[in-house]
């Protein structure tokens, strides 16, 4: 059976990777690791299609000892202890390197298997991963292991491989491919800085393309009909999910209306329409909050109406509330406060609730007209001076008034009732 297109293609130098400059490029730390045969545990990071396995590849073909591969996703703990009955032997006798792709997928138990072996040098560890090491590998693994994030591939580095992807496929053809104008660069910006993918739409297209019987036709329509959403990158459960939701949040507070409509549409575009919806709620209270304290029950409309129009048209309505909250006067003034009291509580500062506040039992308890509680509607302006706090929280103050108008506004009229302007 034929090699992917992909796997036949991948480079077998360092040069010859697309990408990763800031790691590979000249004087950059892992490529003057790999180029002095430095032996060391490292952790790959990054989105899949971006050269972690191919690097490996390369480290592993420059290193004395025998090359093991494992993916975590089918390994077991047999499969290392296997591995591990090979060290020392005619087979390894100096050790091995061991390339782990998907790392997150072993348990703490498998993972903390490989220690003795790392922390004696016969296993060189090049594990990979597509979700946050530092959420998903274990510290003590960690603390053993050089941690390097790959980036996903701009539309430029990609263009490249697909080209040089159709060089290889013009060799073995019977027939001459013609590559119409604009698909080599459409296929290079679809993929979503995935070069795999890039390669097996690539391939796919030459499989299917049109023929006169004088050349194959890779044309613009149906690069565009392959690749098709390929450019999203997202998993529900993993980082691009939060990573999004993170970045809509971060572009309302920071009062960037497109940044927020780009990032709703990827959220909305790989099928998630209850998480926005969330999100979109929180960030009226949180970075809008009492600046402007109609955004709330506004985006609350607009959520409603989201979830009972379905999509597409929810997009509608949520459009509406993330340029409302991202062009809203913004104050994050109730979120500090109920922070701020709550990290009280959690620390034991509390003290008992005071006896006028406690329920009205107490206003007729007879303990005296000092502990009588004040009803403030019958004073004028609706306030009359008492504490409320309790007294080892006396002078204690957790809410600071916005710089925005609404709150300044609020804050004018009360030091004016209370007799402070």
Known sequence: MERPLADRIRPET????VGQAHLLGPGALLRRMIERGTNANLIFYGPSGVGKTTVANIIARRTDRPLYRLNATTASTQDI???????????????????????????????????????????????STTENPYFCVFNALLSRSTVFEFKPLTAAEVRPAVERGI???????????RVEEGAVDYIASACGGDVRKALNALEFLYETAQTDGKDLLIS???????????????????????????ALQKSIRGSDPDAAVHYLARLLEAGDLLSPCRRLLVIAAED?????????PVVKACVDSALQIGMPEARLPLADAAILLATAPKSNSGHDAI?????????????PVPRHLQNVHADSAGSGPH???????????????????????????????????TEQAAKSYWERIKGKS
Do not use: C
């Open 14 to 17: 360092l040069d010859q990777v």
């Open 81 to 127: 202890r296997d591995i591990m009955a090979d060290i020392g032997t005619m087979v390894a006798p100096n050790g091995v390197l061991l390339y782990l792709d998907e790392i997150q997928y072993f348990n703490k138990r498998q993972q903390q298997s490989l220690l003795e072996y790392m922390e004696n040098g016969k296993i060189t560890l090049i594990a």
């Open 167 to 177: 060089s290889i496929l013009s060799e073995e053809s019977p027939l001459p491919i």
């Open 220 to 246: 613009l329509a149906d690069a565009k009909t392959a690749t098709q959403r390929s450019a999203m990158r997202y998993d529900r459960d993993g980082d691009d999910h939060y990573d999004l939701l993170s």
């Open 288 to 296: 809008i909050g009492l600046a402007y304290p109609q955004a709330i």
């Open 339 to 351: 922070n701020a009291a709550l990290a009280d509580v959690r620390k034991g500062r509390t003290g």
């Open 371 to 405: 502990e009588a509680y004040q009803y403030p509607h019958v004073f004028p302006n609706h306030w009359v001076a008492q504490q409320y706090l309790p007294d080892a929280l006396k002078d204690t103050r957790y809410y600071e008034y916005g710089e925005n108008k």
